[in-house]
Each structure stands twice: as structure tokens, then as C-alpha cells.
């Protein structure tokens, strides 16, 4: 059987997983597809916007405009935008999505003839995103599919008797309620001294900032963030109605590091709230909890361990087999 992949963000293949250009819908192409080419029974293709063809591996990467009319897939996963679906000719389509999209924004991207015409089934990122994605965007079908970290997260060795200093870190984009975060810091380092907050760059520190305790994390490669999510004692998460997933939060939890979010969009299905983190109510509570992680080891030290159990506990191994489940079902 054969599986190709269609994207167009930006030029990448295998080879940049661990460069810091590379987000999260990017690293769910690389692993997923890296993970299929292991079925003998499968030709796992990926067509983007990289310079020219490489057999990376077992995977065939290909520049989107050199596709050969007369080369057909039997299944076709377009990702993000139905558009890409008009580059084959293919009976089976499905389409990733990596957003709520509205409807209005849908029409904007001029995705309806293109939807339509190959009547792809949605696959969808985990609760949040199954319920919030509309009838009219998933009309042919929709299913579930949670992501996985990279396995460098999943094989990172934890020092158990590790225990960090007053260090927070928020490693999301910073259109994603920081300024809520930063507000709720500068009540937390009242009650929590010598504790600081590291956050994601680009972004412009004022003096009043770095005097909190706010410092730029260095944004190098994935190497450098495992490093840092390892050392750090919470991340500091709020949530945002366009986190469908919130990779940044599975990479922390995979690390065994507590979150402290409000739970909203996706972030209430990354936490347990009182075993490997807490889902507060309110700016109160969000404070109040993330006072206690910091100030308290024996608290930490527990949430700590309840991660260490539960460590290991999905890979892209299952994703790609629950993916060819959903493939053998429509």
C-alpha cells in the first residue's frame, strides 16, 4: 500500500527534526511518516516544499512541485489545508488537522471546492478538537488521533533524586496568554523568592521584566529544551482555545516536570489535575498552585513521581498504528 504525505509550511525534511525551526505540525509529519516506513508492506511518501528528492531512511521526500501525474497513491493525507488534496488523483483521502479552523476562516483559505471534491475524512488531535471541529468542516468523517513526543523525550534518562530550583518555564508561543502568565508572575514572586520564569523568544523584556525574575530561554535545538524542560521545577501553561493538542505541555509531562494550567483548550487532557499537575479555576488558584510547586519540595516531589509512572505510555509506535487503523476502517 502506499501512503503519501502532502504539506506546505515550510522547506524541511527528516534531517531538521531537531532544529529549532521546526514546530510542532512539522515534527508530527517527520515521526509519523519515519514511523510507517518501519511496515514492510508500505511506500511512505512525503511531498513538501524541500529542495529536491532524498531517500531519507525508508521515506521517499520529494519537492511538491516535481509530482509525477502518472504516480499514485492508494492513500492520501493532506496536511492542514484540503488544497493539497487536488495534487493526486486518490480514491482515499483524509485530511490532518492541526486547528479548530471556523467555518469563516475555512471559506477564507478557499478550502471548499477542494474539500468537497476529494471528501476527505478529518483526522483529529484528541477531545477538544473532535468536538470543536464543526459538521460542515468534518461532513465526511472525523476521527480521533493524539500525537506523541519525540522518542528523545520518551528515552531521556530522569535523575530521581533530581530535584530543580524556583525555575518556571513556559516554551509556548507567546500569542498564547503569556501576558496572562506575566500578570499572575509578578504576584508569584512575592511568595515565591528567588524563583524565576523563563519564556519563549522572540519577546521584548522591560526592565520591570527582568527585575520579576523573567528571563529569554535560549532557543536552540531539541537537545537544549529537552536540557532545560529536565531542569525546571513547573511549566506554567495557561492554555489557549487554539491548543488542539499542546505538544509543549506532553514534551514537559514526558519529562516528568508538574504544569499548573487553567485547562483551556486542549491542556485539561495533558494534566491530572492533583497527580501531574493542577487545572485551576481561576487567576487565584493559578497562582496559589504554582506558589506551592515552588515553595514546596515534598509537593513537587510527589507529582514528580506520579509522572515517573506514567512515563512511556504512548509513542508514534501507536500512533501509526491506530492510523492505519482509522486507514483500514473508511
Given amino acids: 500500500m502506499k501512503i503519501y504525505f502532502i504539506e506546505k509550511s515550510i522547506p524541511f525534511n527528516s534531517l531538521d527534526i531537531d532544529k529549532p525551526f521546526i514546530s510542532g505540525s512539522e515534527k508530527t509529519l517527520i515521526n509519523i511518516s519515519n514511523e510507517l516506513g518501519n511496515y514492510k508492506n508500505l511506500i511512505v511518501k512525503v511531498f513538501n516544499l524541500t529542495e529536491s528528492k532524498k531517500i531519507i531512511g ?53 478550502q471548499l471546492f477542494a474539500f468537497l471534491k476529494n471528501k476527505p475524512v478529518m483526522i483529529l488531535e484528541g477531545d477538544y478538537h473532535f468536538k470543536n ?25 530522569i535523575d530521581r533524586h533530581y530535584v530543580p530550583s524556583r525555575r518556571a518555564i513556559f516554551t509556548t508561543r507567546s500569542d498564547r496568554n503569556l501576558d496572562f502568565l506575566i500578570k499572575c508572575w509578578s504576584s508569584i514572586i512575592i511568595e515565591s523568592d528567588n524563583s524565576c520564569l523563563y519564556i519563549n523568544p522572540p519577546f521584548n523584556l522591560t526592565d520591570e521584566n527582568t527585575k520579576l525574575g523573567i ?5 536552540g535545538n531539541k537537545f537544549d529544551l529537552i536540557n532545560e524542560l529536565a531542569s525546571s521545577r513547573v511549566m506554567l501553561n495557561p492554555g489557549h482555545k487554539g491548543e488542539v493538542y499542546c505538544l509543549a505541555a506532553e514534551e514537559a509531562r514526558e519529562l516528568c516536570v508538574p504544569i499548573v494550567t487553567l485547562g483551556i483548550g486542549s491542556l485539561s487532557e495533558r494534566v491530572e489535575h492533583g497527580i501531574t499537575g493542577f487545572i485551576a479555576k481561576n487567576t487565584k488558584e493559578f497562582i496559589d498552585y504554582t506558589i506551592k510547586i515552588l515553595n514546596d519540595d515534598e509537593l513537587y516531589l510527589s507529582l514528580r513521581n506520579n509522572l515517573m509512572k506514567k512515563r512511556n505510555i504512548r509513542s508514534y509506535k501507536n500512533v501509526a498504528e491506530e492510523l492505519l487503523d482509522i486507514i483500514n476502517e473508511n
Avoid at 488534496?85 to 483559505?109: D, T
Fill in 58 to 110: 525508508k521515506i521517499e521526500w520529494n519537492n511538491i512541485e516535481n509530482i509525477n501525474p502518472i504516480d499514485k497513491p492508494d492513500i492520501l493525507i493532506g496536511m492542514s489545508d484540503a488544497n493539497l488534496l487536488s495534487f493526486f488523483k486518490c480514491k482515499r483521502n483524509f485530511l490532518w488537522s492541526h486547528s479548530i479552523q471556523s467555518i469563516e476562516k475555512f471559506l477564507r483559505k478557499k
Fill in 215 to 219: 528571563r529569554l530561554r535560549k532557543k
Fill in 133 to 157: 471541529r464543526s459538521f460542515f468542516t468534518s461532513m465526511f468523517g472525523k476521527k480521533k488521533l493524539p500525537i506523541a513526543v519525540d522518542n528523545d523525550f520518551i528515552n531521556y534518562k
